[in-house]
């Protein structure tokens, strides 16, 4: 049997990060940046005020009160053509350039003016009545930061903060790397639609759905197949469609029956390769992986919880390696095991609920650990990971938990 | 002044969750749920085998070995039309619903038959090598739940496996609220297109991207309007396209001149109200609600920190509880500050990065708190709290942290 680390490395060997694209700045929120963005320019890109006052010379305003000339008006978002002579002041909005010459800015309420309203115009004179240290009330040029200066890393997931930034350098298209295009696909003849009335029997498919949510999740393009009968005839159709359509990937989830997957194999195998692992796990443990016409393939076990997990540890690494993300599996936190714990010796991954109080994170499992349980999944926010080995945990054991993603 | 406590408290009382409507299963996933879901049946809806194997009368092979008679043979998908006598046995498959007259099944493992493959026809007779218990090997009706069970709550944000649950109660659409539609304008002559080149005086146009991300990642369908000229007929020009377009509500951020937000004002109260707050905090003082032509209407400060948080800090929990989603905020973690921190007695949104190490959370400014310095948002990854009425932290003081999202 395989260790699910040597598995998941045998895995990752196959895959690198897809090509790259450039996408508007507005659709670029959750895509994933392809190379590291350094500023162009200075920001502030020119000395301008911080308040609504008047730009002066500090040297004309050491002494106050003191009347100086208004000789312009500088509103935000015009360039001041004109450089302020001595003695002189400008009235300045927040944000407007500061003219040439000035070296501070006096907020409105030291002086005596005080018509603040849109469309005011700027007075004759004003009385300054504080004085101003060099540099007061402005945002200088480069302040926040330096041209040639790291913005965001490659690989930066872009949050709307990135977004908001990468605007305020005048990126209108971004690098991103393509989303993996990912075909999701099942077979089995007791697979019934899911608007189809119950049959006895039968079950609804439920994996294709859980599985597109979990690939689209992890930032793939996705394409839901459905489910085929159990023919081979029916299989390569729907295994075609998947090539037809460019996806980058194929992940299967077989009917329960043994069948199902027999004739996936014989299809696979007929233009492509598929290995057979026996990987240490539960649930999980049979996992195919392979490609079929050039495409990798995986083939996940039927049952719910089995493909849930198996999707988890080996396909969303895979995926997100594509994606241009780090493969690394997610975040896991350090609990204790509020009720005792039997595992079977493989590496398990039992479906449970963690709770933080004063500090600690405790975790009770949701229910019965069978891999056809969805509901307990349903009602877990971890999964506790056993490692292998491990035969029963007494209540009070720290064991790592992964916790799923909302 | 107004508390931020009171100031968001006055707004939410305007606003409760929008109608709700039915979405295609396949299109649910992060979508809110609109209504309880009980299962309707029990799951699994039939007795069926975990394995495959031969359904007996546990009381036939209570002495092994014994030879029994194949009487059937049932894969999964199929219902079995006959009822299993004493002294028979049934080829069953995993997943296959139980004969009638059968109480367990014995593994393939434990019988004399070898032959699994597709296709492969089930024996004659069959040697039973093991004995089993009644129940064994199966997987009994409603042992995963019962009808009548609550399955999701209201209010829940559908993940993968609840997508999946959905699909294996057979629910081809599921009754989610209507995503709120925001319209997200900023005014000002000084902002550049983004894909304008830089201009001595002007800015790049930030807020309308980041709000938009923001409104997006709080699950809301999102119209970003651009930017109107500092005229009033431009400004209304641009509120009413979103009254056009049918928005819930219009996030404006004005542009950081006075000027530019005093038409906003105007044209708001030529058709509607607009209060002007100032809130205790910082950033994002002022802060104007009110609606206009009967939506409502946030106006967020012009610069692109204050915006930032004016919107997680009140737009955020009015469009969550449109959504059907609890308004209150995010989750906040304590950290321990690992420098001093000064604030300024306002309730104060700073910057921050937050590293856990042994256990300890401990947060480190990310720059200067200028609230035009976007850049030291992109490199926090938390806000830090520090509560009104307080003036300086020293190194080592507990406060709140608001965890910034992915």
Known sequence: MLSVHEARERI????????????????????????????????????????DGFAVRVMDVAAVPVRLPVVADVPAGKA?????????????????????????????EDTDFGHRAAGASAPQQVCIQKTVRPGENLR???????????????????????????????????????KPKVAIVSSGDELL??????????????????????????????????????????????????VEAGVDVIVSSAGVSVGAFDFVKEVVESAGTLDFWKVNMRPGKPLAFGSYRGIPFFGLPGNPVSSFVGFLV????????????????????????AEAVESDGRESYLRAVVTRENGISTARLTGH??????FSLVQANALLIIPSGVKSCPPGTEVEAWLLEN
Chains 1, 2 share one sequence.
């Open 193 to 242: 639609p899911v608007d189809a009335p119950p049959e006895d029997g039968k079950i609804h498919d439920t994996n294709t759905y859980t599985l597109a949510a979990m690939a689209a999740q992890t930032g793939c393009e996705v394409l839901r197949l459905g489910v085929a009968a159990d023919r081979r005839e029916a299989i390569q159709a729907i295994l075609d469609q998947a």
């Open 80 to 108: 001041p053509n004109f450089r302020l002579q001595a003695g002189q002041a400008a009235r300045i909005m927040t944000g407007a350039m500061l003219p040439a010459g000035a070296d501070a800015v006096v907020m409105v």
């Open 369 to 374: 650990q069978g891999s056809g349980n969805l």
């Open 140 to 178: 200088k040029r480069g302040a926040d930061l330096r041209a040639g200066q790291e913005i965001l890393p490659k690989g930066q997931v872009l949050r709307p903060q990135d977004i908001g930034m990468l605007a305020m350098l005048g990126a209108a298209t971004v690098p991103v790397y393509r």
């Open 314 to 337: 080996f396909a969303r690494p895979a995926l997100r390696r594509l994606g241009g993300l780090e493969a690394a599996r997610q975040d896991t936190v350090r609990v204790v095991l």
């Open 12 to 51: 990752l060997a196959q895959f690198s990060p897809l090509d790259t694209t450039r996408c508007p700045l507005e659709l670029a929120a959750s895509r994933v940046l392809a190379e590291t963005i350094r500023a162009e320019s200075d920001l502030p890109a020119f000395d301008n005020s911080s308040v």
